[in-house]
Structures are given as C-alpha cells and as structure tokens.
C-alpha cells in the first residue's frame, strides 16, 4: 500500500509539470493585421496580446515590430526582440515589462529597439536589460526614457555586439554592465542624452571610458 501512493503521487507530480510545461507560450509578433498596434491581438500568432502571465514571452522577430503611440500603454511580463532585426519602436506611450528585457539571445539572433518618445521600464531585481545577450543589438534613444530596475548589460557574451545610440532622453539604470564575457558593446552619449547609473560607480565608469567602450560628444 505504501508503493501504490507513492506511485500515485508520482503519477500525479509528472501530470502537473507537463501542464505547467506547456502552458509556457511564446506569443510571437506577426504584424498580420499590418498596423503596428500592441494591442490588436491580430498581431500576435495566439491571436491574443501577452499578459502578465509568467507563462508569457512576448517574442518580436522581425523588422514590422510593434510601434507604440500615445495612448498605448501595455504591461507584460517579458520581452524578446530576437530573430531577424526583431524591431520595437517607442513613440510615444508606455511599456512595462515585469521581467527582463532582452535584445539579441543567440548569435544567431538581432534586434532593435528604438525610442524617439514615451517610456520603456523593467521593474525590479529580475528587471535586466540585456543590450547583445549573445547576439546583435541596437539601442537607439532620441527621446523620452528607458527606466531599468536591475542591470543594464552592454555585449555581454562572447559572441554579442551591441551599440547603444543615446542623442536625447534618459537611461536610468540600477548599475552597468559592460563586455562581462567577452563581447563587442559601446555607448555614444551625444547631444542632449543622459546616463543615470544609481550608486557610486565612479571607478567602474571611468574604466569603460578609459577603454573607450563610453564616448561623449558635444
């Protein structure tokens, strides 16, 4: 008798992780509907827009991404621009993302992320930015404000390669992380754009300066 509840237990564990296994969804952008709307579910390949579930990954693969204009203020739980030049652009409105932000997984993979206007926040300790996880990313910001709970990474991995463009708004970030494993990152600081690191990291700062990974002009 003992046997038999173990194994019924085990049966019914098994049962569970396979259901929690294949609730995890990746939504994936399509732009079927053509409008660059978020919030039109015609866009995304479950014909819903992700939530907040952690089951969600809002995944965006390719150049026709999502363009936010005001009145569009979304909250999910993560971001993905991966694939070929996955693409968002922020002009205007607002995105929160209650988990990490991710720009560029694999080396095969690239993106881009563009904010002219609004803002984009990741919240709390999992809140990462990932700038060039593995792969190839570009962060351009002209305007309005990218607010990072945790870490902001440069290039972080061997294979990654990433360019941080910021002429005009606002990086806020909990601290910075630039090359960790070996990769190909720099941030242009021109014009009126600023770089908001919290905390005293003056030394770590100047050695990226010094390497030339940070430059300001003008």
Request: proline share 3%; charged share 5%; net charge neutral.
């Amino acid at each position: 008798m003992p046997y038999q509840r173990w194994r019924v237990w085990t049966c019914t564990l098994v049962v569970l992780a396979l259901a929690a296994a294949a609730s995890a969804v990746d939504i994936s952008w399509n732009n079927n509907a053509g409008d660059g709307n978020w919030n039109n579910g015609a866009n995304w390949s479950t014909g819903s827009v992700p939530t907040t579930s952690t089951a969600d990954r809002a995944v965006i693969p390719i150049a026709a991404g999502p363009v936010f204009a005001p009145g569009i203020s979304p909250t999910t739980y993560r971001v993905l621009l991966w694939g070929n030049n996955g693409t968002l652009t922020m002009g205007g409105g607002s995105l929160t993302v209650n988990n990490y932000f991710d720009i560029g997984n694999t080396a095969s993979d690239s993106g881009t992320l563009v904010i002219n206007s609004g803002t984009l926040t990741t919240v709390g300790a999992a809140g990462h930015f990932y700038c060039g996880r593995a792969g190839t990313a570009v962060l351009t910001i002209s305007g309005g404000a990218l607010n990072i709970g945790a870490t902001l990474f440069v290039g972080r991995d061997a294979t990654s390669s990433a360019t941080v463009n910021l002429s005009g708004g606002t990086i806020t970030c909990n601290s910075l992380s630039m090359r960790l494993n070996g990769g190909t990152g720099i941030i242009d600081i021109t014009g009126a754009g600023t770089l908001i690191i919290n905390g005293n990291v003056l030394t770590t700062v100047n050695t990226y300066i010094s390497n030339g990974w940070i430059k300001a002009y003008n």
